[in-house]
């Protein structure tokens, strides 16, 4: 088997990165591959009749189906080792910064659950390279094959690697249907967006699959052998329109998806809503025991105290102040004047803390004068 792959710099790493080829994609098809059937076709024009032609586009066809076959084709990028949060229960914790070069655009959890029957996934990872060095790190774990992936929203650090999974034969993929729809209506922008960003050679072999997910709307229920399940649940919207959790009862486990954070700040985004992220986080804390270890979307795991103080507590206190610049009828400048100084060592804090308070802001303002007779 012969495989072309060229060299590229990432984050001070140098790696190597393969050519792949992907049939729904023009623009990211393997050269190697591409010659033969340039080949094929020149033979064809010659002597339409020749067997070569035909040998030319077999062996062309065979060596894309391989490369599909395997996923991703190329070293194991040096992302963090996986965390043990509990027997048979991994996380590896990404970057508490924004997704990068330097980091591989690696800044959420990736996370595998080892039951009887295989291994869960829970996050696809934010490409192809990711999710193949996230799998190399699980096969050294266990030698039980993954066969269950969900994402926990609609955004690329969940998503695009689900590509590489699909391609090495998972195919118990899930997601909640409005997150899956909205990520295939933004699917090749965010590409593009991403390419930009965080490197054309580590994005461009992603590929769209929504299709091949089971799609949810509130709840959904799996059953991953060995007399236990788990429960998807889409506690509701607030960082983005609405997520996957994850809730194993057995191991009283609990992934938050982003409606949870730990030491990071949190951060509301263009399609964020407050009040939203408030209701679904009560609803999540109702519907799950106090004392469940907790997989955060951002940060270490850790405990639903912890969460809660973290992310729900904090976004409680700014609404408050918030909500009194309003009643006021003061503006931006005294919303950015907001004290949160007690929050100041928390990563991001610098690049979210004001620009969280005007989002409370503009949304009350915009709600005010709705409600305005």
């Known amino acids: 088997m012969l495989f072309r792959k060229s060299m590229m710099f990432l984050g001070g790493v140098l790696c190597f990165s393969p050519l792949l080829s992907q049939a729904n994609a023009a623009q990211n098809q393997d050269p190697y591959v591409a010659s033969f059937e340039t080949y094929a076709k020149e033979v064809a024009a010659i002597n339409q009749h020749s067997d070569a032609n035909q040998a030319f586009q077999t062996y062309a066809q065979e060596v894309a189906s391989v490369e599909k076959s395997v996923g991703y084709i190329g070293n194991e990028l040096p ?21 990068t070069r330097a980091n591989f655009g690696l800044n959420n959890n990736l996370s ?59 195919k118990n993929l899930y997601s909640q249907k409005r997150a899956n729809e909205n990520w295939h209506r933004i699917f090749e922008r965010t590409k593009e967006r991403y390419s930009a960003a965080r490197g054309r050679a580590i994005t461009q072999s992603v590929h769209d699959v929504t299709s091949r997910f089971t799609t949810f709307e509130d709840r959904k229920t799996i059953d991953v052998g060995g007399g236990e399940t788990v429960e998807l649940i889409n506690f509701g919207g ?52 106090n004392d469940v270890t907790v997989i955060p979307g951002h940060g270490t ?48 804090f610098d690049q979210l803390a004001k620009e969280n308070a005007r989002h409370i802001y503009r949304e009350m303002v915009a709600e005010k004068m709705k409600n305005s007779p």
């Open 112 to 170: 595998a659950i080892i039951f009887k029957d295989g291994v869960f996934v829970y996050n696809g990872g934010p490409n192809e390279a990711v999710a193949y060095s996230f799998h190399q790190q699980i096969k050294r774990l266990t030698n039980k094959p993954v066969k269950w992936l969900a994402v926990e929203n609609d955004q690329g650090h969940a998503y695009f690697g689900a590509s590489y999974w699909t391609d090495v034969g998972v």
């Open 238 to 289: 607030g960082h983005t329109p609405s997520m996957t959790g994850m809730y194993i009862p057995s191991r009283h486990l609990l992934f938050t998806g982003d409606l949870g954070f730990n030491e990071r700040l949190p951060g509301l985004l263009h399609d964020s809503h407050y009040k939203d992220w408030i209701r679904s986080f009560e609803k999540m804390m109702a519907m799950v025991p």
């Open 79 to 99: 992302i963090p080792k996986a965390t043990k949060v509990m027997d048979g229960v991994y996380t590896v914790v990404g970057s508490f910064i924004w997704g």
């Open 301 to 348: 795991p850790t405990d639903m105290a912890t969460v809660k103080r973290q992310t729900y507590d904090y976004f409680v206190d700014l609404i408050a102040e918030v909500q009194k610049v309003v009643d006021r009828g003061g503006d931006i400048e005294e919303v950015d004047a907001i004290d949160q100084s007690k929050h100041k060592d928390r990563p991001v």
